[in-house]
Each structure stands twice: as C-alpha cells, then as structure tokens.
C-alpha cells in the first residue's frame, strides 16, 4: 500500500476539534449533521484508524465528501484536509464501478468514443444503470455532449508582443474532448503576452483518481506526465482540479494556474487597453481547487475586472461547492443536486448574464442548470470571456 | 402597630429570618407606592436601612460592593469621587432628587422601568453578584467581584425585580461605570397634572421623526419625556391608550402596581414553582404578588 | 427507541449507527467521551417539544446540541441518551430594523445574524471567536463573551426573549421583543444555564449599531509588567475601548513559527486596542480620535516601544491577526495544550501575571498568554506532550494554582468557557455548600428530574462523569 499507520494519525491529531470548518463544509451546510462535516469525518477516520469504529462506519460519510477543501481554508491550525482524504478513501473498500467511470473519463478517446455511443440512448441523463451502481440512486447528470467545432480569427500579428518563452500546456482529459476551444483560447492567451506552447503528447495526470482514493496509481499517472513535460519551463493548466493536484506534486513551482500566469505576465494591461466588455455584468463562480485547493480567488477576477465596461458582480457564497468536485455529481446525485440548485439561485440573483469559473466538472455542471433554468445565464470557462473581449469590435465612441 | 427589626448584619438578618414566620421587608419606603401589600394585614417589618455602607470599592477595577440598605445617594456621592456612577443613579436627573432616598437593596427588588434601558441596561446588566438570606435563614452569595463569569447559574438576577420575596437581598455586587460614557439625559416634563392610583405607568419609545407629537399626545397625562432617545413615560388612565406611531415601541406597560397584574399563564405557573423552592410557607412580603 | 423517534419526526431526522454514535461523543473538549444513543436533527420548536415528551415519558436523558463547539463538554451527552441536535433549526423568522431586533432560531450561526443586517448598519454584538460557526442557542446556553464584550457586554446583554422547550417538553416563551415584562426574570436564569434547564429553540435578540468610527492600535511592550499596567491603567482612565487584548512572548514565537509574523525586537507583550463609537459619524471620528490617542499617550508612559495604529481596514485585520491566528498558531507547534479561562478583577493584572510564570516556571511548564486583558479574562494556555506523564501532573498542578489564585483575588474559574463537565470540580472554590444549593434552587424551578443535560455544572452531579484526565482540554 506504501501508506503508514502512523501518517493518517499524525495528520488526524492535528486536528483540535474547534469546529471552525463546519459552517465552510457544504455537506454539513445542507445536512447539519456532525458526520457530514470535515471535523466529523476526521474523527471518524482517525477512529477508525485507532480502531474505535469500522472503516465501514466512515465510508459513506467519506464518500459523501466533496473534496471541495473548503475546510482547509477556514482551518486555523493548518489540518491537511485533502491529504487525509486522499488516504483515508485509500483504505475503504474500492468500488468497480468507480473504477471504471474513471478509467473511462480520462482517457480522451475512450470518452469521445462514449459520447458517440451515447447519442444511440434516448435518455437525456447518464444511464440510470451506471448511476444505480454507483449511488444506489437516481441519476441527476445530462449525458455529456461532444461540443460543436468552433474556430477563432487568427490572430494581428502586429498587435503581438515578441514571443519571450516556452511553456507546456495541460491539455486536461475533460477538457480536450469537452472544452477543446478553451485549450485553443489558452493557447491564444498565452500568445498574446509573448508566451509560446510548446505542443507535446500527454496523458492524464491522475487528479480524479487521486480524489477518489487511487493514491498510487493516480501518483504513477502524474509522475508519467512529468516525465512527458520534461524540461524547466512552466506547466499552464486551465482546469482547476488539475492544477491542484499537479501543484501537490515533485514540480510544484513550475505549475501555475492559466489565470495566475496571464495576469502575471500582464494580460490584465492589454486587456484594459484592447478588451471591450460589452457592458455585460458577468458574475465568477470560485471553482474549489482553485479557491481552496490553490488559494487562486484574485487573478481571475483581476483579468475579468480589467476588460473595460465589463461590471464584475460577487456572487453569494462563490466559494461554496456547486456539487460537480469531480465525479460527485454521478456518485452522489441528490446532495450534488441540491448543492447545484443553491449555486443557480445565488447566480440567478446577481442578475448577470455570464457566470465563469475555471474547472471543467463546474462548467459542464452550472451549464446543466443554466439549460435546465431556461438559458438565462451563459456558462463560460474565464478564459472564453476574456477571448470575447478581444473578439468584440470596440466601439469607437 | 407591629414589631419592627432593625438589623444591622446580615448575619442579624438571617437570625430573625429562621426565628419567625412572615415578615415585611423594607427599605427607606421611597419605592412603597408601588408596593400592593394588604393594609389590613399586618407582620413584623425588617427594616433593611441599618445594613449599609460601601463594603469595597475599587475604583479601578470598577466594581463596588455595598450593603444593600445603603441609599442610593450615599452610593453616587463615593462613585462620583472617582468620576463613575452606575446608570440608575444618573436617569431621574441624578442620584440628588427623590431617586436618591432609595436604597440599592429596595430599588434592584423593585426594578423599576427607567429611560435608558436600551443604552445602558437595567439592574439586571449591573449586578455582577449578592447575598442574599433564603427564607430559612440561610446565608448564601451568588456571583463575584469578576466582571465577566459564567461560573455557575445566575441566580442573583433572579431577585431582580423580585419585589423580596425570594430572599432578603443583603449586599450586592455591581459594575461602576465611568461617569463620562453613560448618555446624558435632558427632559421635557408635565407632571403637574394629577395622576390617580389606578393609572399605570408606560414607556413609549418611538423613532426620532415621530417624538414631537408622541409628546404632544403624551402631555395631558403625568408625563416625562426624553428627547435625545425619544423615549416617553406616562401615567395613563386605565382606559386610555397613546396613539401608535410606525416603528415605535412599548418598551414597558404597566409597571408599578400594574407590574402585579400576569396574564401568561406560563409565568403564573413557573413563578408559583419558584416561590415554592425558595419560600414555601409564603414568609416574606407575603402579598406583595396576589396571586401567590 | 430509534424507530419510534422516526416516526415521531421522520426516519431521516434520526442518526444512529456506530459513526454517528462517535461523532456525536464529544463538542470541542475531548477529554469525557460518552456515546448518544442516537441523535435527532428535529426542524421546528414542535418537534424539539414532542420529542422532549417521548424522552419523558421513556426516562430517556437528553442534551441539546448546536455546532460542538463548546470548551467545557456542555453539549457532552453524559448519560448517553438522545443529542437534539439545533442545526436544522437555522432560519431567520422575523427582522424588525426600526426596533432593532430580530428572531432567529437557536441552530443558526451567530455571525450569520450580524451578515444579515449589515446593510442595515447593525450588528449581533456577542463575538466569541467561533462566531462563524458556533450557534446562536450555543451563546446563549453558554452565556458567550468574545474580544468585544468588554464594551458591549456578553450574550446575556443582548437577548429579549427566548422560546423554550422545557424538560417536560412544554412550550415556554419568556421575554420577547420587548424586554422587561411583569414578573419574576426567569429569562436571566435560562441565559447562560449551559442547556440544563430545557432547549431554547428560538430567541429575539438585540441589535447592535455597528460602529461609524474604529481606531486601532498594537502596541508592543518590552515587559509583562509594562504590558499588564498599561491595562490598568487604560481602564481606570474611563477609557471603555470595544476590545483590550493581550498575548506574550510565548504567543509572538508561535505566531513566527506558524505564519512568520514579525514583531519589534524586544517584545515581551503585545497589546491589541480598538476603540470604537456609534455614535453619528463627526463627533463619532472625534472620540474615538480622543481615545487612542489616551491610550497611546498611557502606553508610552510604560516603555512601550512600538505604537502601530491601522490607517484603514486592511491594516486593521493585519494588526488583529495576532489576536486571531494564535491559537491556530499555537495548535501547530504542541502536541497537546490547555487552556484555562480564570478571571480576576482587572487592577490585579500585573501581579496575577507575574504569579502565571512564577507557576509555570516552579512547575518546569511552558506558558503562553493570549487573553481579554480589558475584562481580566485569563487564557494561560500550556503547551506539552500529553505522552509524559510528569508533564501531564505537572500541568494539572500548574492550572489548580493559577485557578486559586483567581478566586482568592475575587475572580472567577470561569469567564466565558462555562463549568460543564470540565470545572465541577472547581466551583467549590468559589462558592460554599450553601451557595451552591442556592443554584440548585434555581435549576429546579425549571428542571426537577435528571434527564436534561444531566450531570453538569453542579458537582453534586458531577458523580455520574467518569473523569478521565481532568485538566485537560484543548481550547481557547
């Protein structure tokens, strides 16, 4: 297993009980159960681990975490959360079928070949028999749908700056079947403040796997891909779960979130001088690991708060998860389900017509409420609202 | 003409209190309109105005601890040395008027309404301890000189407003306030107007823009009125209400006498239970709640 | 028991089971651990009462339950029984702005009242530092205080009304939105009775301006002394500041280790002082202007060597991050602390101070403070491994004498944690035999049997709590 007893013990211990997580924990918002929040499941593990209850006692209170981090946050003693998790779901029983929607998810080809298969289904939502192996309940996600193509001007070469470095971009799994244009916008992005990608065959980095427990085969997976991107450049990543995990990592210092690195490198400058915002009021969704799992809460609202007339409004509890937190949603469809519907009310009362966030589960995930609440509001990845801005002719009054 | 007590330790007090069956208690009488005792009856009076004198005072920690037969004057005159005060002595134009008659032990048992409870609180906020002797004799003390505890129930706050007939409170605990940063009170008054015994006393407290005209409603009655927190008090005929402004509050109606008259019946009942614990054979100021 | 209660509420309001029995064992102070057999999560006032019933009629014990966040075992379920848990109970029923009021249920979060009503320019004044999470019933069970009580007074101050459900399971409401109601003033009792005379399922309570203007200032002192005079003095000037706080040298090294804060070299003691007003905003600018500049000049004439006073508000949360990072800073550095919540009448300070260390360094224990200097609320906080057995009864030694200390100088054992299971033993420093049956009188008006919350406050009940390790506690 390559885990010590003694390391889950050390990392429970930390934990003084003063139950400052509790109110940042969503499960336990909803529920209001003690076994629903991150103190009550880190007493459980460390329990369980002493032996005082049965790993099967805090599997499902386990499985009913979001791994959202928000705990972590609020913690004042510095308790590694998502470390505990992350090997506590190591230790309960595993599940088959778990497995093999994981397997399925990241693996491009595999989820491309999924998505066209499952146009043959009548069904709107993802197999009742899926779901049924999984949570015993009813399933509550559309079926993904394999995006239409969509192509971008190329760009003023004029307009440019000299091109003044390399980095790799993560394509991420959901994201290049799902979101492919986004991976473009990056790509379009990075160019704009002088940064090229340099294009290089990659695998899966193991995040969701590592979410859900598969601790080692999810470290092979991220060490294989250090391999791959090779080399003392950056690594951009523009989905948040991703980016988390690879940061927990040997390369932690050469990661860095899409939105941390362009306003870095000073896209929020060019985007004051060359955005236009359409007067649009655009509301931000704090995916989870980027807000709690990489402290990243400024860098995207400073890039959307930099396109001239674009009206940035805070959303109510933005930090809060909104159910999706990697496969949750189709683990657990009825907490994700009431979670989503709190998040769409919160946005429906900013009264903006675009909410962005930076996680493909979020995007794909709000997206099915903003279908299902009549397509008021417009679901977009950070990203594609900053490449709108430059797409949209300035007015010239 | 009954007996009359005039002990001058509490120890006194709990002496006379075990060796008899019904006892009225008494203060200065400053307070004793608002007492409902039966005239008709008639039990020997502890007289509580020899229990006095300032016990400890501390300036700086501002907390005083005084007998509770000192008078409410003699209290302010050492607090106002030292530049403090508690809020009661400054609310009815300081603690020189007919306020000041009163004593520490008579005026928190008899906790009557005042103009600035909602700035600074009623006996109940100030009181950090007591002694108090139970009705067989028992000396016991609640609270400390702490100004902050929660060691324990609070049971001193229970003889607040208690009229004497839980115990006989014999010293008190209280919080001094720095003279400087309680809210000065100006008035507008009418209590030329005569006022019956049935009339009963209310605290109308209504929003700054409303005061000219409550207190023009208000003027016909016994009537003070505070313009700085527009808040009014007035003696009312029983069959007559002031008019309700939007936003205002009755803070108080019917104190004094008025204070006897319980309609909740679950009250009633936990304050029967009460009387049971702590005085079962009614021995002091019987009468002084009806319906017990 | 578990099938009945289901039908009494509904099957999903019922938690039982051996993870839940665990997780419920225990609030904030580990040290007793005593199981539930199983525990309700009820809505409404109603279903607190028809469960409060069935408990009654079965002789089923019962404790009431908010977040788990108190430091003395109050919501420790002694004799198993049901935990009625307030945490679906969390609505706002009713704001009343131009009255300055409003009703909530007991589960919700306390700061969750003040982010109500701050568009309103208002405020739920009572801030323990579990605030964004500890309940509203839990405070007023516990009588909670916070850095501001010192100005605006504890949960006590601040509640109008509460609705109850007694151990008979009888619906009680006492106060209301317009305090001072005819009778005896049970509603004082009931503040601060740590959930032993029945479950307060709803409260009105008062609100608060928020302050129109703040100033505030740390101040850094090169001795303990300089420091704990400096409070004195402050105090005695007039001077009521929102909140006086101290933490020591002990507190700055945790707080370099743990988040790397610096402070001046030579820093014995830190003071954190804010002075606030509500008044309308000019003259409200002026005082508070007028009392930090009173404060600062008394700082000065006890050596201090560093004033720093916030120029905005993102200075200010700089300068009380001392204040509000120690604990957490402390938590990473030790294996085990304790932390003790004595107080003393605030003109002791320096000599109560010097006594801590005295003690601590006679009994070979580490010491750090971080306390509400302003109301004389002390948190000596030891720091030790709980694996050492001479440490343990060294610490143990080390708090009995400090808590004697604080009652022989007319303090308290307890200033805001409350007695629970923790301090029974400790009460009887404090008050006589006679004096404690006086307490018991008044617990008994409301409670006559053993089933709510039993086994608390009171050591005549302390027997039925097996104590494990006294003295030990985990808290702030």
Redesign the interface.
């Known amino acids: 297993m390559g885990i010590h007893v003694s390391q889950l013990t050390d990392l429970t211990t930390q934990c003084i009980r003063c139950g400052f997580c509790l109110e940042s924990c969503p499960t336990f918002v909803l529920t209001g159960e003690e076994t629903e929040s991150p103190r009550g499941r880190i007493y459980l593990v460390r329990s369980a681990e002493e032996g005082q209850v049965q790993w099967q006692d805090a599997k499902p209170h386990l499985d009913k975490c979001l791994g959202c981090l928000a705990c972590t946050t609020a913690c004042p003693s510095g308790v590694k959360y998502g470390e505990i998790l992350e090997l506590a779901r190591s230790k309960v029983g595993k599940s088959l079928p778990k497995k093999a929607l994981l397997t399925g998810m990241t693996r491009p080809n595999l989820l491309r070949i999924q998505l066209k298969l499952g146009r043959l289904f009548p069904s709107k939502r993802i197999p009742a028999l899926l779901s049924r192996l999984l949570s015993g309940q009813t399933p509550e996600v559309d079926k993904p749908q394999l995006p239409a193509k969509k192509s971008f001007p190329s760009l003023d070469e004029s307009k440019l700056p000299p091109i003044r470095g390399e980095v790799f971009m993560l394509e991420g799994c959901a994201m290049r079947v799902l979101y492919p244009h986004v991976n473009e916008i990056t790509r379009r992005m990075l160019r704009r403040v002088g940064f090229q990608v340099r294009e290089i065959g990659q695998g899966c980095c193991g995040a969701l796997h590592a979410h859900n427990g598969y601790l080692d085969e999810a470290k092979a997976m991220r060490s294989r891909l250090y391999s791959a991107l090779s080399g003392d450049i950056p690594i951009i990543v523009n989905s948040a779960g991703c980016g988390s995990w690879l940061k927990d990592g040997d390369r932690s210092g050469w990661v860095f979130d899409a939105s941390e690195f362009l306003l870095q490198e000073g896209l929020a400058e060019i985007l004051a001088r060359e955005g236009t915002g359409g007067l649009t009021r655009v509301t931000y969704h704090d995916a989870c690991h980027l807000s709690h799992g990489q402290g990243i809460r400024s860098a995207p609202r400073e890039l959307l708060k930099a396109i001239p007339g674009l009206e940035l409004v805070e959303l109510e509890e933005s930090d809060m998860c909104c159910g999706s937190a990697g496969i949750y949603n189709i683990a657990q469809p009825k907490m994700a389900r009431e979670l989503l519907e709190r998040k769409w009310k919160n946005i429906e009362s900013t009264g903006a017509t675009i909410v962005a966030t930076g996680n493909p589960g979020c995007h794909a995930w709000i997206a099915q409420a903003a279908r299902e609440h009549g397509q008021r509001v417009e679901v977009l990845h950070t990203l594609e609202v900053l490449e709108r801005s430059f797409l949209r002719p300035r007015s010239t009054s | 003409m009954s007996e009359t007590h005039e002990p001058t330790a509490k120890e006194e007090v709990a002496e006379i209190v075990k060796g008899g069956s019904k006892f009225f208690l008494r203060g200065s009488g400053s307070l004793k309109q608002f007492s409902v005792r039966s005239e008709e009856e008639s039990y020997p009076t502890i007289l509580l105005e020899g229990l006095n004198g300032i016990i400890d005072f ?6 005083v601890n005084v007998r509770a037969g000192t008078r409410l004057s003699d209290v302010g005159f050492e607090l106002e040395k030292h ?1 403090q005060s508690i809020p009661y002595l400054n609310l009815y134009e300081g603690f020189q008027t007919k306020v000041g008659e009163g004593t520490v032990g008579g005026s928190l048992s008899m ?1 009557l ?1 005042h103009f600035l ?1 909602r700035e600074c ?2 006996w ?2 100030w009181i950090l301890g007591l002694t ?1 002797i ?1 009705a067989d004799g ?5 609270g ?12 001193h ?2 003889f ?3 009229r004497g007939t ?1 115990g006989v409170v014999t010293e008190v605990i209280l919080r001094t ?2 003279s ?2 309680l809210p000065k009170m100006e008035t507008d008054d009418n209590w030329h107007v005569p006022r019956t015994e049935t009339d009963r006393l209310c605290f109308h407290r209504v ?1 700054a823009k409303d005061y000219e005209e409550a207190w023009s409603n208000a003027r016909e009655f016994y009537s003070w009125g505070v313009p700085k927190t527009s808040t009014i008090l007035v003696w009312l005929p029983p069959d007559r209400d002031l008019p309700r402004f ?7 109606s ?2 004094g006498a ?5 309609t ?1 019946p ?3 009942k ?2 029967k ?2 009387k049971q ?2 005085d079962p054979t009614n021995k002091l100021n019987p009468g002084e709640w009806g319906f017990m | 028991m578990v099938s009945e209660l289901g039908r009494i509420l509904s099957p999903e309001q019922v938690l039982s089971g051996p993870g839940a029995q665990r997780a419920y064992d225990c609030d904030a102070y580990s040290v007793d651990r005593s199981k539930p057999m199983c525990i309700v999560l009820p809505e409404s006032t109603e279903q607190v009462a028809a469960v409060v019933r069935w408990c009654a009629a079965n002789l089923v014990p019962f404790t009431g339950r908010g977040a788990g966040t108190g430091l003395s075992g109050g919501a420790l379920p002694a004799l198993g029984g049901v935990v009625v848990s307030t945490k679906r109970m969390n609505q706002i029923v009713e704001i009343d702005i ?2 300055r009021c409003l009703k909530a249920q007991a589960g919700i979060a306390n700061k969750r009242l003040s982010d109500a009503v701050k568009d309103q320019g208002l405020h739920f004044a009572p801030d323990p530092s579990s605030q964004s999470v500890s309940t509203l019933g839990g405070n007023i069970a ?2 909670a ?1 916070g850095p501001h ?1 010192l100005k605006y ?2 949960t ?2 601040h509640i109008l009304g509460v609705t109850m459900v007694d151990p008979e399971g ?1 619906i ?3 106060g209301g ?10 509603f ?2 009931i ?3 740590e959930g032993t005379v029945g479950l307060v399922t709803e409260a009105w309570v008062k609100l608060t301006p928020l302050p129109t203007a703040v100033q505030t200032a740390l101040i850094a002192f090169p001795t303990i002394r300089d420091a704990t005079e400096t409070v ?1 003095e402050i ?2 000037s ?3 500041p929102a909140a006086l706080e101290m933490m020591d040298r002990g507190i700055l090294v945790a707080l370099e280790a743990a988040f790397g804060l610096k402070y001046p070299e030579g820093t014995a003691a830190l003071l954190l002082v804010e002075c606030d007003s509500n008044l309308s905003a000019e003259p409200a600018g002026e005082l508070v202007q007028r009392e930090i500049e009173t404060v600062a000049a008394i700082c000065q004439a006890h050596n201090a060597i560093d004033i720093s006073i916030a120029q905005d508000e993102a200075e200010r949360q700089k300068l009380w991050h001392a204040r509000k990072k120690g604990v957490g800073a402390m938590g990473r550095l030790a294996p085990s602390i304790v932390t003790h919540d004595g ?6 300070l320096p000599e109560m101070l010097d006594f801590v260390y005295e003690v601590a360094e006679r009994h070979g224990v580490k010491v750090a403070n971080l306390f ?1 200097a302003g ?3 002390l948190h000596p906080c030891f720091y030790f491994d709980d694996r050492d057995p001479k440490q343990v009864h060294a610490v143990i030694e080390a708090g009995e004498e400090i808590i004697r200390k604080c009652v022989s100088l ?10 629970g299971v923790e ?1 029974q033993d ?2 009887p420093l ?3 035999p ?6 018991a ?6 409670n006559q049997g053993n089933l709510c919350n039993p086994c608390k ?2 050591p005549t009940e302390k027997s039925c709590v097996e104590h494990k390790k006294r003295w030990r506690g985990v808290a702030w």
């Open positions: 501390s300036p700086n920690d501002q907390v530049g906790n309404p409870e609180g009623t109940r906020d108090v139970l028992t000396i016991c003390k609640s400390s000189h702490a100004v902050k505890s929660v060691a324990g129930y609070d049971v706050k229970l607040v407003g208690a839980l306030y720095p400087e940063s929003t939007p936003g205002d509050q009755l803070i108080r019917g104190c008025k204070n006897l008259e319980l909740d679950i009250q009633i936990l304050m239970r009460a614990i702590f | 131009p009255n516990e009588n205080g009580t007074g504890v006590a101050q009888e009680l409401e006492l939105k317009v305090p001072g109601g005819p009778g005896f003033d049970f004082s009792l503040v601060g009775s004195a105090i005695a007039g001077v009521i107080v003393i009448p605030r003109s002791k509400h109301d004389g609320n007319g303090g308290s054992v307890t200033g805001e944690h409350g007695v301090k400790l009460l404090m008050f006589t006679d004096d404690l049956r006086l307490q009188m008044a617990k008994q008006i409301f406050i009171l």
